[in-house]
């Protein structure tokens, strides 16, 4: 029997630096497992969009498929479009059967992603304990997703860094909360050194209002984006793997 079909569901930007990203970490997972039918949708501005997809694969014969949010955090995304977009798409193809995976943080390779970024910019391991982390995420309006990152930056604090702290890039946030200001906020707390991790996959508006964040506050070092690193590749395949042993469950919520 066919594996069933990875379905990578990213949301879209018209930023075209953005599908190029999503693109090149959907080809690092396939070349990580031969033989699974990894396809790509997207919820806006790229096409194909997720329906296109699902009747697409459902044509050409596929029984079964993951749909996986390429997203960090459960918040709007994850909890209402996304599920929406299946539930239609379960209406219209009854013969596949489809589930949705979980959200792809918090993870420790998610961690390890990040800290790869920031050894390639130049952090070298053993400066983490004179370096403040900025630990800038896209941010939302569901309490839930800034609760996870705040969990995620004091999980960090004990890794060794000398200090850690979030930081928002959304229009949503609270004053105080955006790359810039919190890293003003360390230096003035003594901090000798600043580096700014983005916690996002893909380049785009928001990961630029975090690198102009970094550079207009004179941050030490910025990372790159997330982007089609292994681990991260990892991570969707581990997160389509306990979908599959968790799809009974998922298809009849």
Same mark, same amino acid.
């Given at each position: 029997? +066919?594996? %069933? /079909? ?22 690092? /997972?396939?070349?990580?497992?031969? $033989?699974?039918? /990894? ?13 296109? =997809? ?14 996986? %949010? ?7 995304? *994850? ?5 929406? /977009?299946?539930?239609?798409? !379960?209406?219209?193809? @009854? ?17 390890? &992603? ?10 070298? @391991? ?5 370096? $403040? ?19 995620? +930056? !004091? ?13 928002? &890039? ?5 004053? $105080?909360?955006?790359?810039?200001? =919190? ?6 707390? $003594?901090?000798?050194?600043? *580096? ?22 004179? &941050? ?18 581990? !997160? ?8 009974? *469950?998922?298809?009849?919520?």
């Amino acid at each position: 029997m +066919a594996s %069933p /079909v990875l379905l990578v569901i990213a949301h879209g930007s018209r930023d075209p630096r953005h599908a190029a990203t999503v693109h090149a970490l959907t080809a690092r /997972v396939r070349s990580l497992r031969p $033989g699974l039918r /990894v396809e790509t949708g997207f919820l806006e501005f790229n096409a194909p969009s997720v329906p296109q =997809v699902l009747e697409r694969v459902a044509a050409e014969g596929a029984g079964e498929v993951v749909a996986l %949010p390429l997203l960090l955090t459960r918040a709007f995304h *994850a909890k209402t479009d996304i599920p929406s /977009v299946l539930r239609e798409a !379960r209406g219209r193809l @009854p013969r596949l059967r489809i589930s949705q995976a979980d959200v792809l943080g918090p993870s420790p390779l998610l961690n390890a &992603a990040l800290e790869q970024r920031l050894h390639e910019a130049g952090l070298a @391991p053993g400066d983490k304990s004179s370096t $403040g982390l900025v630990l800038a995420s896209a941010g939302s309006s569901d309490p839930e997703a800034i609760a996870v990152i705040a969990e995620i +930056a !004091r999980e960090l604090r004990h890794t060794g860094w000398c200090a850690v702290r979030p930081a928002f &890039a959304s229009a949503h946030v609270a004053e $105080g909360c955006r790359t810039a200001d =919190v890293v003003r906020a360390l230096r003035s707390d $003594g901090v000798r050194r600043v *580096a700014v991790a983005p916690y996002v996959i893909a380049p785009g508006r928001l990961p630029d209002r975090i690198a102009g964040g970094a550079e207009e506050a004179g &941050a030490d070092v910025l990372a790159g984006v997330l982007g089609p690193s292994p681990e991260l590749a990892r991570l969707l395949l581990t !997160r389509y793997d306990e979908a599959r042993v968790l799809a009974p *469950a998922a298809l009849s919520a």
